[in-house]
């Protein structure tokens, strides 16, 4: 018989099953959707940190410093668990100087830590659970706030609800996302190759043809992304001029990635054709000048269930909900005010909460 239930098929609660059962627990995985893997199977499989502790507080400066430590100091040796399990890595690197990690193929991942976990039953959302990985709220707050969606589309906020029913706290970041601009709206299978990264090298204007960003975006864009979604209908135009179509960026070159917007449906114009003129900006130099419809996409929210760094949920007053456990996306404000890999908090917080709640819950029947 289950002695300990995990809600939510995806990354955090599969990593917690296959964690609890090794320690000698019989976890039983409910999951909502028609399938396992939730967004860690639609991801790019990157599971990684940063090299030191200073620079991913300076990366994320609102997130919890001591949860930080816990996902930088254990994902080495997560990752090693990960591989033990069978999960296939592609590369060794992340192609970040910034960062160090390794890529997983997220089909044999989410194979590999299905067999692990062993008991999970699919199309059955939880009504009590121990531990919580439901993902965060990603599909409720692209719907509230008429985004897109690029994430597993049953992340509604459950968790988190239920956690709040049974007396938690909240973290910090609850009106941030991690998300991605996209040329509207794509298929599952293009959440990665259809996003449009290349912010940096193009000229961002709201609909009435004013720059509404100011400065450069940071590495990973998602400022830009939060700013776009502020805007009227969460979208904007990215400008860009022949030398900035030749530039490199993470998934190709910038005409490539343009390509693939207009293949998939997108926007894509002459900016002359724009319904307003194009102000100068050193940024458009050479012709030809295209312009690129974008729309903000969320993929994870930031803030969530506070937790320690044992994974148990928090009241307000700062002790455990007792016996509840949270982990992934449900588990908050570890990357408040900017970016880290959500697939790593989800790895390192599964296992920790599951070590937590095998120990705890244990003793309580003893
Ligand atoms: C296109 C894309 C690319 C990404 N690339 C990367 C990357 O390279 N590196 C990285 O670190 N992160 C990446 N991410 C983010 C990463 O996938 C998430 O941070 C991670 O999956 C979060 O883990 P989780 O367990 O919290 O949520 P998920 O993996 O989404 O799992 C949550 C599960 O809970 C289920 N669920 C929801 N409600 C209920 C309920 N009521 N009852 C039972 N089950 C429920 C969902 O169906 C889902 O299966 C990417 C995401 C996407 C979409």
Same mark, same amino acid.
């Given at each position: 018989?289950?002695?300990?239930?995990?809600?939510?098929?995806?990354?955090?609660?599969?990593?917690?099953?296959?964690?609890?059962?090794?320690?000698?627990?019989?976890?039983?995985?409910?999951?909502?959707?028609?399938?396992?893997?939730?967004?860690?199977?639609?991801?790019?499989?990157?599971?990684?940190?940063?090299?030191?502790?200073?620079?991913?507080?300076?990366?994320?400066?609102?997130?919890?410093?001591? !949860?930080?430590? !816990?996902?930088?100091?254990?994902?080495?040796?997560?990752?090693?668990?990960?591989?033990?399990?069978?999960?296939?890595?592609?590369?060794?690197?992340?192609?970040?100087?910034?960062?160090?990690?390794?890529?997983?193929?997220?089909?044999?991942?989410?194979?590999?830590?299905?067999?692990?976990?062993?008991?999970?039953?699919?199309?059955?959302?939880?009504?009590?659970?121990?531990?919580?990985?439901?993902?965060?709220?990603?599909?409720?707050?692209?719907?509230?706030?008429?985004?897109?969606?690029?994430?597993?589309?049953?992340?509604?906020?459950?968790?988190?609800?239920?956690?709040?029913?049974?007396?938690?706290?909240?973290?910090?970041?609850?009106?941030?996302?991690?998300?991605?601009?996209?040329?509207?709206?794509?298929?599952?299978?293009?959440?990665?190759?259809?996003?449009?990264?290349?912010?940096?090298?193009?000229?961002? !204007?709201?609909?009435?043809?004013?720059?509404?960003?100011?400065?450069?975006?940071?590495?990973?864009?998602?400022?830009?992304?939060?700013?776009?979604?502020?805007?009227?209908?969460?979208?904007?135009?990215?400008?860009?001029?022949?030398?900035?179509?030749?530039?490199?960026?993470?998934?190709?070159?910038?005409?490539?990635?343009?390509?693939?917007?207009?293949?998939?449906?997108?926007?894509?114009?002459?900016?002359?054709?724009?319904?307003?003129?194009?102000?100068?900006?050193?940024?458009?130099?050479?012709?030809?000048?295209?312009?690129?419809?974008?729309?903000?996409?969320?993929?994870?929210?930031?803030?969530?269930?506070?937790?320690?760094?044992?994974?148990?949920?928090?009241?307000?007053?700062?002790?455990?909900?007792?016996?509840?456990?949270?982990?992934?996306?449900?588990?908050?404000?570890?990357?408040?005010?900017?970016?880290?890999?959500?697939?790593?908090?989800?790895?390192?917080?599964?296992?920790?909460?599951?070590?937590?709640?095998?120990?705890?819950?244990?003793?309580?029947?003893?």
């Amino acid at each position: 018989m289950a002695d300990l239930v995990v809600a939510g098929a995806g990354m955090a609660g599969l990593v917690a099953a296959a964690r609890a059962r090794e320690l000698g627990a019989e976890p039983l995985v409910l999951e909502k959707g028609d399938r396992a893997g939730g967004s860690m199977l639609l991801s790019s499989g990157f599971v990684w940190r940063h090299r030191s502790l200073g620079e991913f507080h300076e990366d994320c400066p609102g997130g919890d410093l001591e !949860l930080q430590r !816990l996902v930088l100091d254990g994902l080495d040796e997560a990752l090693d668990w990960l591989e033990s399990l069978g999960a296939p890595v592609l590369e060794r690197e992340t192609g970040n100087p910034r960062t160090v990690g390794r890529r997983f193929d997220t089909r044999g991942l989410t194979d590999a830590l299905v067999r692990a976990a062993a008991d999970v039953r699919l199309r059955e959302p939880f009504r009590d659970a121990h531990v919580l990985a439901t993902g965060g709220f990603a599909a409720r707050l692209a719907r509230e706030r008429g985004l897109l969606l690029r994430a597993n589309r049953w992340s509604d906020g459950d968790g988190l609800a239920y956690g709040l029913a049974r007396g938690a706290d909240l973290s910090s970041g609850m009106d941030e996302f991690y998300g991605r601009n996209l040329p509207g709206e794509v298929a599952e299978g293009e959440y990665v190759g259809a996003s449009q990264l290349y912010g940096a090298h193009a000229l961002v !204007l709201d609909d009435e043809g004013r720059p509404f960003f100011e400065g450069e975006p940071w590495w990973s864009e998602t400022d830009l992304v939060q700013a776009t979604a502020r805007q009227p209908g969460g979208a904007a135009w990215y400008v860009v001029d022949g030398r900035a179509l030749r530039e490199r960026v993470r998934y190709g070159t910038v005409e490539e990635l343009v390509e693939r917007a207009r293949a998939l449906g997108g926007e894509v114009r002459p900016a002359e054709t724009l319904p307003f003129a194009v102000p100068e900006h050193p940024k458009l130099a050479e012709p030809p000048f295209l312009a690129v419809r974008v729309r903000a996409a969320v993929t994870h929210t930031i803030g969530g269930l506070r937790v320690d760094e044992g994974g148990r949920v928090l009241r307000p007053d700062g002790e455990p909900v007792g016996g509840l456990y949270a982990a992934g996306a449900d588990a908050g404000g570890i990357f408040t005010g900017g970016y880290g890999s959500g697939l790593a908090a989800a790895l390192v917080l599964g296992r920790v909460a599951a070590e937590t709640a095998v120990a705890e819950l244990g003793d309580a029947h003893a």
